[in-house]
């Protein structure tokens, strides 16, 4: 296996996003920060962003396993029109040269001009299908699935979920949680599909615990999250807990408050802020520690899943 262009691999032989080079452990990054100081408490960002340039943060712990698991088939995955995984999948696909296919929830944008992520997935050699909302909902039926593959093509492709959260995935992210351990008493995490909670929550040691920050409003991901656990580890594993008052209206979602607030956290700390998770993770903290949440004495590692992505021209 070699390196091609523009960090491109080329190679006859199955891919291994290893050989991309990532930046394992990702840094740890202490800020001083009054909102934290104040209340005897220390912060810590843990820069998953900083794993690799285009398959950044969470992305790349959950899609590594599952690049490997393709062995060179046609990737095909699921996600909304602002999907920040279709366009990691289609950044991975474009370095690793494997082909890769985005079924995009809502059929009626296929009549519309892409949006500006949609664009870079296409930029980045992902072909796109669009299915009506129905239709996605079953997506994880089996007919429907198969329909799916016959439309795009691809029958013996390997197939992520939406997010990514599968049990490769949570498996993955486990690493997440043993890198943190020695380090932090409370790591907290904005959640999606919860699958980078239930891999780090099981890889915390005894004593440490994990809190996500669903970006989704609902109520539901407790349950999506132990899921996920039982698949991957057959129980639920570790302390891990969840506080869904910080969305924001839901995913994608943003408010003037909340773009104020992240436009302060990166003049601050000179750290870039990532509107549709991370945002509300920060968010979150400086309003649980402003509430007396975390005692005295503690360390909270706040996790930078991502970072917006660097256009291309």
């Known amino acids: 296996m070699a390196g091609g262009d523009n960090g491109r691999v080329t190679s006859s032989a199955a891919p291994d996003p290893a050989a991309l080079s990532p930046r394992l452990p990702s840094p740890l990054q202490e800020l001083t920060d009054d909102r934290f100081a104040r209340r005897g408490l220390r912060l810590l960002l843990k820069r998953d962003d900083l794993i690799h340039p285009e398959l950044i943060g969470n992305k790349w712990r959950k899609l590594a396993p599952n690049l490997r698991a393709a062995a060179g088939r046609t990737i095909v995955t699921f996600g909304g029109a602002y999907s920040n995984h279709l366009r990691a999948t289609a950044a991975a696909g474009r370095v690793l040269g494997l082909p890769t296919v985005g079924v995009v929830r809502g059929q009626e944008l ?107 409003k609902g109520g539901f991901l407790g349950a ?60 979150a903290l400086v309003a649980l520690a402003d509430e007396d949440a975390f005692a005295r004495g503690t360390t909270i590692a706040a996790v930078v899943t991502g970072r917006p992505f660097p256009e291309r021209p």
């Open 224 to 283: 999506d999250v132990q899921a996920l656990q039982e698949r991957a580890f057959g129980s639920r594993r570790g302390t891990w807990s969840l506080d869904d008052r910080f969305h924001f209206g839901g995913y994608a979602r943003t408010t003037a408050e909340l773009d104020a607030f992240a436009e302060d956290f990166s003049t601050r700390h000179g750290v870039p802020v990532e509107r549709l998770y991370v945002a509300k993770l920060l968010y």
């Open 110 to 216: 296929a009549d519309r001009p892409l949006n500006p992520s949609l664009a870079r997935c296409v930029a980045d050699g992902m072909r796109l299908h669009f299915v009506d909302r129905a239709t996605y909902r079953r997506k994880t039926e089996r007919e429907t699935l198969a329909a799916v593959l016959r439309a795009v093509g691809a029958r013996d492709a390997h197939v992520v979920p939406e997010g990514g959260s599968n049990t490769a995935a949570v498996r993955g992210c486990r690493a997440l949680g043993e890198e943190l351990g020695d380090h932090a008493d409370v790591v907290a995490v904005a959640c999606g599909t919860g699958g980078t909670l239930a891999g780090l929550a099981a890889g915390l040691p005894p004593g440490r615990r994990a809190l996500g920050v669903p970006v989704l």
